[in-house]
């Protein structure tokens, strides 16, 4: 069953409250609008694949593995491609879509019909370093229909993903990133209601290795339980998972985690104690990025009690272990925080804070980690002595101190703003970066009558 519009929803009530029919009649009637409503799910439909087409092919027109695939399965040549974004014209783009999406169409009726479809392959699994924390991590490559299905799923999901996923849950949610998790704990420290004394920071252990494709459809199925599309497709890309578990770097796997989370925040959430006839929660906030887990509360007896609630909770529902990243630490408070900042010695002026996201939060003030401010710090002194030499700026280190700026911005760094003369740097950092943008553009422009008219593709950094 389709999920209905407001209009049919409308029609359904009003046919419900009109007295010319019958009780039985006006009965069924508000028995299939409850039902209408209440569909937390979207049914699988052409115009959903292609949205998901459209979502998946954003900023991947001149992929060549992209093109490849296109080019396989719609028989649609690169060259016409190329051509209609010389002309900005969207019509082959638009025939793109629809042939991908009724690729789709004959992979979801195999599914259906319990079958694997063609061009799905296995996951191919390699490890990379990451420069920021020198960790190792294991990244998933996925081929191109595993990525659509997974677009396909998460807009099929996206009623239930819009009401379990909780306001206080970040990342890989479009419009929740690192600054809005700062603001918001920030908020929540300043906020006298709720008068916050201690907090704790927890962490999964190897989140997604130990969180397995069955214990998340468990959920769905409790969910949604006549998505049968949704469940079955799930089930089919659990299968290609190395594992079975979770896959890091996949679209549809950062919005599994987040929805499993949700459960696991609002369990916590929901944590009391009953004393003399009063209710008293074990934490006031809880906050998630990914899987770091942050605690808000008021004593230490209710964060600990919450740590053990929630570790229990995982272990028995999930198979997830989770550890403490930090003890149960407790907060200066405003004026505190305030008289320490007008200490002569600098070692005096440091109070507790929460670190998260790269920031360290104080009731009174933002700071950024100790280890970000070394790179940043050593970067614009590279970048003033090649302004000071050569009287410019090379276009890799530009484009490093632009993305950086919003590190700076977001805290409170007006004295090393002037120290190191930020603003002037970046004044012409970006001036460097949009004129390489404009050679770019006009490099692309080239590129494109050079593959149109002799029918070659050409390598592009």
């Given at each position: ?238 299968n290609l998972a190395p ?113 998260m996201c790269g920031y ?35 276009i890799n280190r530009a ?63």
């Amino acid at each position: 069953m389709h999920v209905a519009s407001n209009s049919v929803s409308e029609f359904a009530l009003k046919f419900c409250l009109t007295e010319n029919h019958s009780m039985q009649e006006r009965l069924h009637a508000l028995i299939h609008w409850r039902f209408i409503v209440k569909q937390r799910y979207n049914d699988y439909t052409h115009s959903l694949a292609e949205k998901a087409i459209l979502d998946f092919l954003d900023n991947k027109w001149t992929r060549y593995d992209i093109l490849a695939y296109i080019e396989e399965y719609t028989g649609i040549d690169r060259f016409e491609i190329y051509q209609s974004m010389k002309t900005n014209n969207v019509n082959v783009r638009l025939e793109v879509v629809n042939s991908l999406a009724c690729v789709v169409d004959d992979a979801i009726e195999d599914i259906m019909n319990g079958d694997t479809p063609d061009g799905l392959y296995p996951v191919f699994v390699r490890t990379v370093k990451e420069n920021m924390s020198g960790k190792i991590r294991k990244i998933a490559k996925l081929c191109d229909l595993h990525q659509i299905l997974g677009h396909v799923v998460v807009l099929g999901m996206k009623p239930l993903l819009d009401a379990r996923i909780t306001l206080n849950q970040h990342a890989s949610i479009p419009g929740r990133g690192q600054t809005r998790l700062t603001k918001q704990v920030n908020k929540y420290l300043r906020k006298k209601s709720l008068d916050v004394k201690l907090f704790v920071k927890l962490d999964g252990c190897n989140a997604y290795g130990s969180l397995m494709y069955s214990d998340v459809i468990k959920f769905i199925k409790k969910e949604i339980p006549s998505a049968k599309w949704i469940i079955k497709t799930l089930e089919l890309l659990g299968n290609l998972a190395p594992n079975g578990h979770l896959i890091i770097g996949g679209y549809l796997d950062a919005w599994l985690f987040n929805f499993i989370m949700s459960y696991a925040l609002t369990y916590v959430n929901s944590c009391h104690n009953v004393r003399r006839n009063k209710v008293h929660m074990f934490i006031l906030k809880s906050l998630t990025y990914m899987d770091d887990f942050l605690f808000l509360g008021r004593t230490r007896t209710g964060l600990s009690k919450a740590v053990k609630a929630i570790g229990k909770w995982m272990k028995e529902n999930i198979s997830m272990s989770i550890k403490m990243t930090t003890n149960i630490i407790k907060l200066d408070s405003f004026y505190k925080e305030k008289s320490c900042k007008n200490n002569l010695r600098p070692s005096e002026r440091g109070c507790p804070s929460i670190d998260m996201c790269g920031y360290q939060i104080h009731r009174t003030y933002i700071t950024m980690r100790p280890r970000v401010v070394k790179r940043v710090i050593r970067t614009f002194i590279r970048a003033q002595e090649e302004i000071d030499n050569t009287g410019t700026v090379r276009i890799n280190r530009a484009r490093s101190l632009v993305s950086r700026f919003g590190s700076i911005k977001q805290s409170t760094s007006k004295y090393f703003r002037k120290k190191y003369n930020v603003d002037n740097i970046l004044k012409m950092c970006k001036r460097i970066c949009s004129y390489h943008g404009r050679l770019y553009s006009r490099y692309r422009k080239e590129w494109l009558d050079n593959a149109i008219s002799k029918g070659r593709i050409y390598y592009t950094a």
